[in-house]
Structure formats: C-alpha cells, structure tokens
C-alpha cells in the first residue's frame, strides 16, 4: 500500500516529530504521541514502534569541528560550505551577534552559545571559557541529538561583544549540522552523535605568527600581551582541548616549515593531514600507494617551482594509539599548474572530476592558506565530508527497501 | 577621500531632472569623455559607497575599548605573580576572546559585499543601530 512511498525514507525506528515547516512526504500507518516541537529539555521519548515516515532530509549529518579561531567564522567553515555551493550567512532578522551560519545544505553553530556562564560568571568562578565548568554539556548533548533526530531547537547565543548570553534563536535542522568550537568532541554523548570529526592542531609558533598578524594592529595590543595571552591560556588549553585530538578522525596538524632553517615568520608552513583507519564511509587520502611510505618533491624536470618549493610525505602511523595514515605537506604554492600537478597525483580525493580541489582553491584564493596544506587539506576535507554525507543518504534510501523486502 | 572631480560628478548627476535631459545630456556628455582607466575605478567604487551602519561602527568602537581595557586589566592582574593564578588566566582569556571577536568584525566588514547588519537592518530599518554612516572613501 504505502511502501511504494517509502524510497526516500530514513530508517522506521525512530520517532520523528511533525512539522508544518518541512517538507514531508508523510504516511502514517500506525502513530505514537508526537513529541513537541522544539522542546529541548525532553529528548525523542515516543516508543519504537512508530511508523511515521518522513523526508530523510528531516535527519541531519552531523560534524564536529575543534578550532580555537573563533566560530563560524574561520576559513575551513567557509571551504566547506562552499564545496556543498552556496554562501553562509547569519540567520536573517534574528540577533545580529548571533555566531550562527546558516546556508542552503549547511548549518554552523558556535559551541560558546552552550556556555553556561558569562564572561562576568567566568570572572566570578575564576575559570576561563575553556574550562568545561563553563560549559553545560547536557544542553549540548540534548540540543545536538534533538537535530540529528530531526526536531528544531531553540540554542542560546552566546553574545562574544557584550559577554552576556542572550536569548535563544530557533534553528531547523538542516542537510548538514556543523558544530565548531573548543569543546565538540570533549563530551562522550556528543562525540557518539559526530558522524564525522576533525580537530585543527596549530603548534604553539605558528599560533604565535598567526595572533601577531591579527592582533598587532589594535591598540593596546603588543607583542607581550600577544605572547602573555597564548601563554596564560596554554595550562587550560593543553589539559581540556587538547586530549580532544585522540577522538578525532581527521586531526590537521600546522607546524613551521622544515624547508627554511630558522623560519620563524610562519609564512611557509608545513601542514599534516592525519587521518584514522578504518572510520565508516571514510577513506583516507594517498599518495602513489596506499599503506606505503613514500616522500615525494614534485619539483624537478617536469614542474618548476620557486623558494621554498614543495615536499610531501606519505605514510602510515600510530596516534594516540590509532592506526592512522599521515599526508603531509611542507612549502607553498605559486602557480595554479603546481596545484593541478600536485593534485592529478594524489589518490581518493573523493572529487566529481578531474580539478576539482585546484578549482575550490582557486575559488577562494583570497582565502588565509590557499597557496599551502592548509587550503589544500581543509579543501580535501571538504570533499570527503561531501562524500560521507553522500554515502550515509544513500545509506539511508537503501536500508527501508530493505526492510520492506523481509 | 572624494576628489573634485567625483564630486562635481555627482553635483551633475543630482541636477533636477526636469525631463531627462539635462541630467541626460551630463551623462551622455561625461561618458563620452575618455578617462583614464584609475579614474573610471574610481567612479565605479564612489557609484557604489558601501554602506555603514551605526551598529556596526559602534562595535567596532566598543571592541576596540575594550581590547585596550581587557589587556590594561590582564597585566595589572598578573603583576608580580610567578604561576599563572586563576585571576590572571582569566583576565587573558577575555583579552582573547575581545581580540577575536574584533578581528572577526574586521573581515566581516573588509570582505563582505554588505555591512555585517545588512541581514538585521533590512528587515528592521528603524532600529537605532540601523541608522546609515558614511565612512569617507
């Protein structure tokens, strides 16, 4: 009878909640109680047995994104929306300070917003916004397995100029739910519910460059403060975010360059994509052969490169106790054809076509790190996120045909 | 800063309307003239003055305050200190937390097409915030 609906299904267990705003293809056969829309304190709680069908669409997948460089907002959030098409933005008419991104396929929220002090609380208690005392894990975990299940939620918005937390704004559940911040990975809960994980992993010199050049120009900024800030911040850093990076499955390490002796600008960077084995709909990045050791420096008879030139490694790894394989890429870019050469030897990059990585480097060359690993990698990353989200839709279509034949 | 000639660029094109041609006429005049090729840039970017909104040029004011208080606080807290105590730590940790969301305030505002309230301001165009300032190009 209704079967026949039933091709662009999730899976029948779970009970989805109604919601006039989504698109849905509903067939109910056999109804529980619905849950209420938007209720963030009471998770699914409707009994198994439920047969409400909906739009897999409804049931979002879900990244968790560890980045100390402010939410949202940094350049891998703006690669990755961009592979999926389309421009991020802030949620239309809402609060103006809200840390939220909204795009067509694409969600980013802030993990501040689940601060549960604010700034003048945290100066109260004595602890700062990396202490997970400041954070109240439960509404996470309640508020990001409420999406993947579908429902909307009302998050709060942790307002970073005036350091108050104000009140909540609405957010659908989109194709992809994206959480960014110090903390994605810190809960247990949480990580169980990441479909996907990456930790971004800047060594304490190149942190250093990076804040020297964003922060120099401020008044009341100089390089001591710049230095006192990083290092007053490391003992809460290195003991609560840190740790993260074992959970991780796509760790990209940004080290100083080994290409210049004595490089201490940060310009030159050499940048290591540490992927873990064996993650479900993931397969790791290679070079020339998979699980062998290779390092190779495309610059020779074939392409010229200027100074610093480029080298890259490849190979398989142990992290944390984790099998892993580590690309590694060490110099910069100058040309677009060093890119397409470097690109059209590189395997599983999960691409549509041919170029396809030079043309999302390309698209954003104005972007931090596109003549080096890091817009190379975050970009790879991007598209592997792609097919991931891909393989789990496809996932999803297949498995209620399935049911329906037994 | 606008030139003389911008200026007067403007002046002409603000001239009433009465029928389309005077105003017509200036037009056609002015794009018959060859200018050189720096010059009509600069036409092109005063045709389109990016628009500021007070909000925004409000908390960009306000950040850059507090940036310089948050980091007198910070040294004043940790003077005289050998370990990095619970105060100290804290008072740094603001000092980054303004920083960041200064410098996020000024990509918004270099790289976007639009004011970072443009999303707020059109949907609400009398709030205070939404008032316009020009900056001077």
Redesign the interface.
Known sequence: MAISSLHATTSLHSPCTTNTSFRQNQVILFTTRSSRRGSTRHGGGGARTCFQVSCSADKPVVIGLAADSGCGKSTFMRRLTSVFGGAAEPPKGGNPDSNTLISDTTTVICLDDYHSLDRTGRKEKGVTALDPRANDFDLMYEQVKAIKEGKAIEKPIYNHVTGLLDPPELIQPPKIFVIEGLHPMFDERVRDLLDFSIYLDISDEVKFAWKIQRDMAERGHSLESIKASIEARKPDFDAFIDPQKQYADAVIEVLPTQLIPDDNEGKVLRVKLIMKEGVKNFNPVYLFDEGSSITWVPCGRKLTCSYPGIKFAYGPDSYFGNEVSVLEMDGQFDRLDELIYVESHLSNLSTKFYGEVTQQMLKHADFPGSNNGTGLFQTIVGLKIRDLYEQIIAERAGAPAEAAKV | MASPYLTSLFSAAALPAGGAGPGARILSALASVRVCPHQQRRRMVAASVKRRYK?TAR?EA???EL??????E??EA?AGEEA?E???????????????????LR??IA?GADD??E??C???PLAD?CAVVYDDL
Do not use: H, Q, Y
């Not at chain 2, 105060?87 to 200064?102: L, N, Y």
């Open positions: 909000g908390k306000a950040l850059s940036i310089e208080r948050k980091v007198a910070a040294t940790c990095w619970d105060g100290c730590r804290v008072a740094w940790d603001e000092v980054e937390e303004v920083s960041k969301a200064k410098a996020d990509r918004r790289e970072p309230l999303p707020f059109s949907d609400n915030d």
